[in-house]
């Protein structure tokens, strides 16, 4: 599979140029739209303005999709648990502050399956809509982490938390670790794929047979994965180690960016759009 960090190369310039700092608060704005939103016409914004990030970035959405299979299991057992239920009266499953308003399933009755266990397509529906909220968040993540660089980003996170270094928390860590752990993303994305081809070389089936043989493959794919992950982080450690990080009292930055009108107004403009989205979301139409 083509690495996603060969897209970036060549288009993209666009989301390149926005500030590192406008980008992780309209990431934050985004997040919080998607769980503020409580209809599928509000997600269904949210899923284009998500798709109109990808079109200006000229990225390949089935790649990105793809990149995000070890997450689909997870989602998976979120779909199925969801739609299962014993309750006869058919209690409004993932209902709450952040849970589906006024969806399409919600005057359907449970469908009987084996003995007290029934299928609820209130709590099936409800599951569906906060899974295309985690795939929606990961997309946009892996946006940001594949056209930012991670120098940028750490500086970004810094100047944003910078205020609390009053309380002594320690700024510098925190925006180590958070913009390692998203830049991470798309690394791990590539490693999934080329350990996945690797087994499928050495003939494993991952689209074919019953469901314990995928999940058989799938374990093998996984399993060096997470190992190569230990491995990749030991050498990030290490590197950080050999190049005296933590030595200073307040980390330093080589290229200080200044805060022009043009990030104003995208900022602006950001917001404005999550603005929209999330009150498109809570409106009954």
């Known amino acids: 599979m083509e690495s996603l960090l060969a897209y970036t190369a060549a288009g993209g310039s666009i989301v390149r140029r926005v500030d590192a700092r406008v980008k992780m608060v309209l990431l934050l704005a985004y997040t919080a739209t998607l769980f503020a939103v409580a209809?599928?016409?509000?997600?269904?914004?949210?899923a284009v303005v998500?798709?109109?990030?990808?079109a200006a970035g000229r990225l390949p959405l089935g790649r990105m999709l793809g990149s995000l299979k070890p997450l689909y299991a997870i989602l998976a057992f979120t779909l199925l648990f969801g739609g299962?239920?014993?309750?006869?009266?058919d209690a409004g499953a993932w209902s709450g502050a952040f849970g589906l308003q006024g969806g399409f399933?919600?005057?359907?009755?449970s469908i009987p399956l084996s003995g007290g266990l029934r299928f609820s397509p209130v709590g099936f529906e409800g599951a569906l809509f906060n899974v295309a909220r985690i795939v929606l968040l990961a997309l946009v993540s892996l946006v940001v982490a594949l056209f930012t660089p991670g120098e940028a980003l750490m500086d970004a996170l810094r100047s944003l938390l910078g205020p609390l270094r009053r309380v002594r928390f320690p700024v510098d860590d925190a925006a180590t670790a958070l913009s390692l752990a998203v830049r991470f993303v798309p690394v791990l994305g590539e490693e999934l794929a080329r350990?996945?081809?690797?087994q499928a070389s050495r003939g494993a089936r991952f689209d074919s047979g019953g469901l314990m043989a995928r999940l058989q493959a799938w374990g093998r794919v996984l399993v060096p994965l997470f190992v190569g992950a230990f491995r990749r982080a030991d050498r990030v450690a290490v590197a950080m180690d050999a190049r005296c990080y933590g030595a200073g009292p307040v980390r330093t930055s080589l290229n200080?960016?200044?805060?022009?009108?043009r990030d104003a107004a995208l900022l602006a403009a950001g917001l404005a759009v999550c603005a929209a989205c999330a009150a498109l979301g809570r409106l009954a139409l």
């Open 256 to 261: 200080q960016r200044e805060f022009g009108a």
């Open 105 to 109: 399933c919600t005057d359907t009755p």
């Open 50 to 54: 998500l798709c109109a990030l990808v």
């Open 84 to 89: 299962l239920t014993t309750n006869v009266g």
């Open 195 to 198: 350990v996945r081809n690797a």
């Open 39 to 46: 209809r599928w016409s509000g997600l269904a914004a949210c």
